[in-house]
């Protein structure tokens, strides 16, 4: 997976201490039976962000939307937003609205009576309810289709209307739960950044779950990756692929080399790491705060590993290895080169010649190395 680009927000309110979180979760458990779906989160969401619960099947990330719309009450722990403690409010008096996986369209209703259902149910004037349904439409360029019945809609003209039928009631946080998951590869593409352009015009804070790191990574203010109903780490997209806090969350977000060692040098500005597996000491910059002699772990993206016919200068985070497959992707190619150790590390280089131009073949002896900034030292 390409790493993301670029932060796409400038603001980043969780780096002011002095920042007011708007949804804050304090210690919150929810037991079902002896199945404890969320294990004691805490977290703060702030204003206007696009957060997403991204985890795999089963890790809790339904559960704890649920609890935020006030369809689960935790079984210990306290939740808030914008201030109020709102634990104990039930689901209809929350300034919160919930857009299901299945979008859940009236089918008999058409697309106007669909958004207005709410609305009319809220007991609105008729023309408020006109005015909000027609900007609605506008905000999805869906105004042609006003008229037309659910089943005569693409799955993303459906997942539009759901989408407005939520907005319009101008929830102050809207929560999805995998809202693009009906849609295709190509079509799911072009709603995810249709959905953040429309998040950022009306400002509504979002949380989303999804089980789709690449959605998550392209659509997030920030990620929050989730693992047995616990949240293991919290961070903007870049962050979180970057400089991932833990083996899992390396390898459940992108491809990652993963080389097992141990400490045999801990500085404030270095580490060093024997490994047997990837058959040289690796040098990383960056402090790990374990002790000589602590087993570790050194992450290294593929994309970050260079290759080259020639042996490196100096004895440190390099190896050499033999070429045993090139994975052709279009844009990039997956080298996947095998030390002596048995180990299989990935290098992810891009198409800058064709195949047939390359020095490189498969079978061929090769170096693989990396700087020593791109390594991220695990503990956990
Ligand atoms: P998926 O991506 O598959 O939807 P999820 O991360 O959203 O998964 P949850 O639906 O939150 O996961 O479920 C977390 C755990 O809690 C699972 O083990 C699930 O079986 C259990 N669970 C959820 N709801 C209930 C319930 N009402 N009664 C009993 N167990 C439940």
């Known amino acids: 997976m390409a790493p993301h680009p670029a932060p796409r927000r400038q603001l980043e309110p969780w780096q002011d201490p002095k ?6 979760l304090e210690n919150v458990t929810k037991s079902f039976g002896s199945t404890i779906a969320v294990r004691g989160v805490s977290l703060s969401i702030y204003q206007g962000e696009l957060f997403s619960l991204l985890g795999g099947s089963g890790c809790g990330k339904t559960t704890l939307l649920r609890l935020l719309a006030g369809f ?6 306290r939740l808030y937003i914008d201030g109020v403690d709102v634990t104990d409010v039930p689901a209809y008096e929350r300034p919160v609205n919930m857009m299901f996986q299945s979008y859940a369209l009236f089918p008999h209703m058409t697309v106007v009576q669909n958004i207005a259902f709410g609305l009319k149910q809220e007991r609105l004037p008729a ?3 006109r005015d909000r349904v027609k900007e609605g439409l506008d905000l999805v360029q869906m105004g042609a289709f006003a008229e037309r019945k659910p089943h005569q809609l693409s799955g993303g003209q459906r997942q539009r209307v759901a989408l407005v039928r939520s907005l319009v009631k101008q929830p102050k ?4 739960d995998e809202p693009l998951a009906a849609l295709d590869k190509g079509l799911r593409e072009r709603t995810q950044f249709e959905l953040v352009n429309i998040q950022e015009r009306v400002g509504i804070t979002f949380i989303m779950v999804t089980h789709d790191q690449e959605e998550a990574m392209t659509m997030s203010s920030r990620i929050g990756v989730m693992e047995e109903g616990r949240i293991r780490q919290i961070g903007a997209p870049h962050d979180v692929y970057e400089f991932p806090n833990s083996q899992f969350v390396a390898e459940f977000i992108g491809s990652i080399n993963i080389f097992e060692g141990v400490v045999v040098e801990d500085e404030p500005d270095h580490v060093l790491i024997d490994s ?3 058959g040289c000491q690796l040098y990383v910059t960056h402090s790990a705060a374990v002790p000589v002699g602590a087993q570790v772990a050194v992450a290294v993206r593929p994309e970050k590993v260079m290759i080259s016919t020639t042996q490196p200068s100096g004895n440190r985070n390099y190896a050499k290895g033999i070429v045993r497959e090139i994975a052709y992707l279009g844009d990039i190619s997956i080298y996947h080169v095998e030390l002596p150790s048995g ?4 290098a992810a280089l891009p198409n800058l010649f064709r195949l047939s131009e390359r020095d490189v073949k498969w079978e061929d002896e090769i170096y693989v190395f990396w700087h020593a900034e791109n390594g991220v030292v695990l503990t956990s």
Do not use: D, N, S, W
Not at 19 to 24: D, R
Not at 72 to 77: A, D, H, S
Not at 343 to 346: M, V
């Open 72 to 77: 689960e009450k935790p079984t210990t722990g």
């Open 127 to 129: 023309k408020i309810i």
């Open 173 to 176: 946080l809207l929560l999805l």
């Open 19 to 24: 920042a007011k979180p708007y949804i804050t």
């Open 276 to 278: 047997e597996a990837a």
């Open 343 to 346: 180990k299989i590390i990935q």
